[in-house]
């Protein structure tokens, strides 16, 4: 086996999988306001940033050949309320985001995130049942509050829907909204199979929903990490359902998922390295006990490897440029 790995020509000759620009989505959380730049502790080199602020960033995600920006919103408190109903008011901050987006930069792919914890006050994807002692997050009434927030994104200009909330039955009726409203060529990424990961931390602290969460978990909806048939029945019935790409989240201690996936389905897969692994990585970095670069691009490779498409990544931006310079 070592006389093909003995030189590099030899070893690029025969190798499998390769990662390119194309490959990536880059997440990006939006503020209200002018001129703002906040950093999130737990997520190094990662910002909140307003608008105007945004824009540079993705003209440089366009000028690396990155085909799309994934956008959060960081909702202010006095937003916030158990209906969630600023998720679909038309003057909201990711309406207005996507269309200044678009009209900039028409080329570049604006994925929006369909779940209401951004906008609920207590942290929940989903609608509260009122009579429930505890709490219970309510499914087919959510799935009317989706529909209307993915077609608000898509009337703004959204090119792909992403509900992340795990409802059941969420992918129908937000196509079926779509299809009404002649909103037919808005594409749907299914978060199929996420589960209810503790590496999500990170990213709670950055839309700041971990203090409205509170004590609160989300494993009436998120898919339990023991489990690996149930991701293949849930990518399914989301396939059935009219969805266009389906995603595997978390990424790394998720690799099996991805591959059973491509494997046994065959759909444009993606998976997303979600903000715990990416803090890890950060965190091991800036101690001197792993090379960062090396091992980002490592893992990022790694997606690829268990049959991944596409792959969302607090680190797109820095490969994209790390692609280039090797
Ligand atoms: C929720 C949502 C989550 C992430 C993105 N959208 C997780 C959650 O709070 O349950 C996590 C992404 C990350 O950790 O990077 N709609």
């Given at each position: 086996m070592r006389r093909m790995r003995r030189d590099d020509f030899s070893r690029r000759l025969m190798r499998e999988n390769v990662l390119t620009s194309d490959d990536l989505i880059y997440p990006v959380f939006v503020l209200e306001g002018q001129n703002r730049v906040e950093t999130v502790s737990s997520m190094p080199g990662v910002t909140r940033v307003s608008l105007d602020r945004l824009l540079p960033v993705a003209e440089e995600a366009l000028a690396l050949g990155v085909p799309a920006l994934a956008l959060f919103p960081v909702i202010d408190a006095d937003h916030k309320?158990?209906?969630?109903?600023?998720?679909?008011?038309?003057?909201g901050l990711v309406p207005r985001v996507v269309g200044e987006l678009k009209k900039r930069f028409p080329e570049l792919g604006i994925i929006t995130d369909i779940a209401l914890d951004p906008y609920t006050s207590h942290g929940q994807d989903g609608l509260i049942d009122p009579r429930d002692p505890r709490g219970y997050v309510m499914n087919d009434e959510t799935l009317e509050a989706l529909a209307r927030q993915a077609l608000c994104h898509a009337q703004a200009g959204a090119d792909v829907v992403a509900p992340?909330?795990?409802?059941?039955?969420r992918v129908a009726r937000i196509r079926a909204e779509l299809d009404r409203n002649q909103q037919i060529h808005t594409r749907i990424l299914a978060y199929s199979a996420k589960y209810a990961s503790s590496f999500y931390g990170p990213f709670r602290d950055a839309v700041g929903s971990a203090g409205n969460l509170g004590?609160?978990?989300?494993?009436t909806y998120q898919m339990d990490p023991a489990n690996s048939d149930e991701a293949i029945r849930e990518v399914a019935l989301d396939i059935a359902e009219g969805a266009d790409m389906f995603m595997v989240k978390p990424g790394m201690p998720y690799l099996d998922i991805v591959r059973r996936v491509k494997t046994e389905l065959q759909v444009p897969t993606y998976v997303y390295q979600v903000s715990g692994e990416y803090a890890m990585l950060k965190a091991a970095a800036a101690n001197g006990w792993l090379d960062e670069k090396a091992c980002a691009m490592e893992a990022l490779l790694a997606f690829k490897r268990a049959g991944a498409d596409g792959i969302l990544t607090y680190f797109a931006l820095d490969a994209a440029r790390w692609l280039r310079s090797a």
């Amino acid at each position: 086996m070592r006389r093909m790995r003995r030189d590099d020509f030899s070893r690029r000759l025969m190798r499998e999988n390769v990662l390119t620009s194309d490959d990536l989505i880059y997440p990006v959380f939006v503020l209200e306001g002018q001129n703002r730049v906040e950093t999130v502790s737990s997520m190094p080199g990662v910002t909140r940033v307003s608008l105007d602020r945004l824009l540079p960033v993705a003209e440089e995600a366009l000028a690396l050949g990155v085909p799309a920006l994934a956008l959060f919103p960081v909702i202010d408190a006095d937003h916030k309320s158990e209906g969630a109903e600023e998720a679909w008011n038309p003057q909201g901050l990711v309406p207005r985001v996507v269309g200044e987006l678009k009209k900039r930069f028409p080329e570049l792919g604006i994925i929006t995130d369909i779940a209401l914890d951004p906008y609920t006050s207590h942290g929940q994807d989903g609608l509260i049942d009122p009579r429930d002692p505890r709490g219970y997050v309510m499914n087919d009434e959510t799935l009317e509050a989706l529909a209307r927030q993915a077609l608000c994104h898509a009337q703004a200009g959204a090119d792909v829907v992403a509900p992340s909330d795990m409802m059941d039955g969420r992918v129908a009726r937000i196509r079926a909204e779509l299809d009404r409203n002649q909103q037919i060529h808005t594409r749907i990424l299914a978060y199929s199979a996420k589960y209810a990961s503790s590496f999500y931390g990170p990213f709670r602290d950055a839309v700041g929903s971990a203090g409205n969460l509170g004590k609160g978990n989300k494993y009436t909806y998120q898919m339990d990490p023991a489990n690996s048939d149930e991701a293949i029945r849930e990518v399914a019935l989301d396939i059935a359902e009219g969805a266009d790409m389906f995603m595997v989240k978390p990424g790394m201690p998720y690799l099996d998922i991805v591959r059973r996936v491509k494997t046994e389905l065959q759909v444009p897969t993606y998976v997303y390295q979600v903000s715990g692994e990416y803090a890890m990585l950060k965190a091991a970095a800036a101690n001197g006990w792993l090379d960062e670069k090396a091992c980002a691009m490592e893992a990022l490779l790694a997606f690829k490897r268990a049959g991944a498409d596409g792959i969302l990544t607090y680190f797109a931006l820095d490969a994209a440029r790390w692609l280039r310079s090797a």
